[in-house]
């Protein structure tokens, strides 16, 4: 009777360290430019090599402009922290999707796309959302740089193995409810720093019934609830998604693979360290209405007074209202936007960007908005262009951008500029996080950042009538 | 390949209160538009402080008074977010050799691990304790004992908790575990050869 995390855990051991750590093998690892250049240059101040440079893909994704593919880059920094990740690549064989490549995308959707990311592996990257691989049944977590440089060399980690906490989402989802909703309302509930310590494994008939992009989103967000892996068993759904892709076993190879895949899935009656349920009937759209992802509320729920919080909760609810500009009390919806963005490892994936602009079709972004679309990799830009989808978008007045991370972090040229307001669909509404030390973020799903968009404001997506189809 | 034996930290100490404190505000992301991390103290904290300054305030890291700091005491959930290494980089830089906090995320426990900072734990109360003392008397002394794990201050002596795993590799100066992975490498390559993916599901 043993779980997920038990199982790969123990396949990828290499031995105990005399720390008392585990040494462990990582089965992939996932390299951006703005990561690895100093554990590069630390292997190299070394004399090492990489260990396995077949086990290492790389992509560039949160630097790169999403403007145009121009090279040079306009942006010198840019320029050279691409052109570093292009040189240690060849010096080191390391397969790269580099800017206009065919498969660049921010690396966690690109990673899945390609077949890369499987059940049953071990997955870092150095950057903290490598927990959406996951949602393939495999251990993905994010490692700082002189982790990097420790894969890079020795394809390994020293790790403490987490404790597991299984999540069960029961229950149907409601109209123009996501996966995004039932993520922050998990986050809102167990706390930010609730999975500290802790792997999250997903379960429930909520989670069964996903598809892999609904997983992938559910996955994403593990770190936010302080949980630095989540993952979901393999099941049909999976392999479905699999086959085919590039990467992905053939042939013969295919049978084997799903047969693995199959056995290193949770046994039924394998017990957790600890166990929550979620409700998921009774989630409505969340929006975030402050500094962290887990102060939020239902779309059309006060904000609580934070004189009805705890200690430690207090102070900081109070700086995050000021900072805000909220007041206790108030709903998010009606706050006026200045900035819709779509877009992020989290929410831009094609089923995403299909759902996004059934609310935007035949409709304008308000006058006083700058909205911007952003797809996740150049693979869903394009299958979103042989759907028309850009055309959706640009119609209403959204920008449609090359494949990045763009404004979910900021340190390319997309950016808020002073105070303002931004409904996004990326992960992290930490004050500053997308490019202005002032600039004001609002989580929530894609629908939800489509229909801002539209009314200026913050509306609740259950009351637009989508024009193209139906909100999901 | 190992490091130096870290048995102890002591100096003066800079309090920084709040709870998850998150990387972006640590070092800010257009921070690391560099391939290098020299120079990222200047940063640290970067927004806070030019927050701070234009509402009047001094933010710690500003303060003369903890100028020098070798400790940093913190509160629950330090270093969540982005799982950027600059943010303990930048700490380092600027001069703090331990951080004494009621709780830390993962990746920037380990992280800091990486650079031979301890990030030890203390009780939400002991941890108040110490951010009042050195903010009463900046010049006082703090000690991070991490033989007796316990942290002093003045009259306050004080327990803190470290994963023995952790304490061990600083105590013995193996926190770069680098030289550790790469000792044995017949392991990881008969590791490797265990797993049906390594090979492509050949067999
Ligand atoms: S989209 Fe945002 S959260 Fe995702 S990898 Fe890029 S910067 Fe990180």
Redesign the pocket.
């Known amino acids: 009777m043993a779980t997920l995390l038990d199982k790969v855990w123990d396949l990828h051991s290499v031995r105990r360290l005399p720390t008392g750590q585990t040494q462990l093998f990582i089965g992939l690892h996932l390299i951006?430019e703005v990561t690895t250049p100093q554990a590069f240059a630390m292997l190299r101040e070394r004399g090492l090599t990489p260990a396995f440079p077949d086990r290492i893909f790389g992509t560039m994704?949160?630097i790169i402009p999403t403007a145009s593919l121009k090279r040079p880059a306009p942006d010198p920094v840019a320029e050279e922290m691409m052109a570093t990740l292009e040189e240690n690549c060849r010096a080191h064989d390391i397969p790269l999707f580099g800017l206009g490549d065919d498969h660049q995308g921010?690396?966690?959707v690109i990673g899945p796309e390609l077949g890369l990311t499987q059940p049953g592996m071990t997955i870092a990257c150095g950057?903290?959302?490598t927990s959406?691989h996951g949602a393939f049944g495999a251990l993905a977590f994010g490692i700082g740089t002189s982790q990097v440089r420790d894969v890079l060399a020795s394809q390994c980690l020293a790790m403490d193995k987490p404790k597991l906490r299984r999540v069960r989402f029961e229950g149907k989802k409601g109209p123009g409810v996501t996966a995004k909703d039932l993520a922050l309302a998990m986050i809102r509930q167990l706390g930010v720093n609730g999975g500290v310590g802790f792997a999250y494994e997903y379960a429930g008939d909520a989670v069964r019934n996903m598809t892999m992009d609904e997983r992938m989103t559910l996955c994403?967000l593990s770190i936010e609830g302080g949980a630095r892996m989540g993952y979901v068993n393999p099941d049909e759904t999976t392999f479905a998604f699999l086959r085919g892709r590039q990467y992905a076993p053939a042939a013969d190879a295919w049978d084997r693979a799903v047969a693995w895949w199959s056995s290193i899935a949770s046994d039924s009656g394998s017990t957790a360290d600890d166990e929550r349920v979620i409700d998921v009937t009774r989630i409505a759209p969340v929006v975030t209405w402050g500094t962290n992802p887990g102060q939020s509320v239902a779309v059309d729920e006060p904000i609580p007074d934070p004189r009805s919080l705890p200690g430690g909760e207090r102070d900081a609810a109070l700086e995050a209202l000021q900072f805000m500009g909220f007041e206790a009390g108030a709903v998010v919806k009606g706050r006026r936007v200045d900035v819709a963005f779509i877009?992020?490892?989290?929410n831009?994936r094609l089923s995403d960007l299909r759902a996004a602009a059934d609310v935007v079709r035949g409709q304008r972004v308000a006058r006083h908005v700058r909205g911007l679309v952003v797809p996740?990799s150049r693979e869903v830009q394009r299958a979103a262009e042989r759907e028309g989808l850009h055309e959706v978008f640009q119609m209403a007045g959204f920008e449609w951008r090359e494949p990045?991370?763009?404004l979910?972090?900021g340190?390319n040229d997309d950016k808020l500029s002073g105070a303002q307001t931004c409904a996004s669909s990326?992960?992290?509404n930490f004050r500053g996080r997308q490019g202005s030390p002032t600039g004001r973020t609002l989580l929530m799903s894609p629908t939800m950042v489509a229909a801002a968009a539209i009314a200026g404001e913050v509306v609740d997506v259950r009351n637009v009538i989508p024009r193209g189809g139906a909100v999901q | 390949m190992s490091g130096s034996k870290i048995l102890s930290v002591s100096g003066r100490a800079v309090p920084l209160v709040g709870d998850d404190i998150d990387t972006d505000r640590i070092m800010p992301?257009r921070h690391l538009r560099a391939i290098t991390f020299d120079g990222l103290e200047a940063h640290l904290f970067g927004d806070d402080r030019k927050h701070a300054a234009n509402h009047g305030v001094v933010h710690p890291i500003d303060d003369p008074r903890f100028a020098g700091a070798s400790l940093m005491i913190v509160n629950r959930n330090f270093g969540c977010g982005?799982s950027r290494e600059h943010a303990p980089q930048g700490i380092v830089r600027w001069g703090v050799r331990g951080i004494i906090g009621e709780s830390f995320s993962e990746i920037f426990f380990g992280n800091s691990l990486m650079l031979g900072m301890p990030a030890v734990t203390a009780s939400p109360a002991d941890v108040a304790a110490l951010q009042q003392a050195v903010e009463r008397d900046p010049r006082l002394e703090v000690s991070l004992n991490l033989e007796t794990m316990r942290a002093r201050a003045g009259v306050l002596d004080v327990a803190v908790h470290l994963p023995p795993a952790a304490r061990d590799a600083l105590m013995t100066g193996r926190w770069d575990g680098l030289g550790l992975l790469l000792e044995d490498f017949d392991a990881v390559s008969a590791a490797a050869a265990r797993l049906p993916y390594v090979s492509r599901f050949a067999v």
């Open positions: 951006h994704d949160h921010i690396v966690h950057d903290s959302h959406t994403n877009g992020s490892c989290t831009a996740g990045g991370c763009s979910c972090l340190m990326s992960n992290r | 992301a982005s």
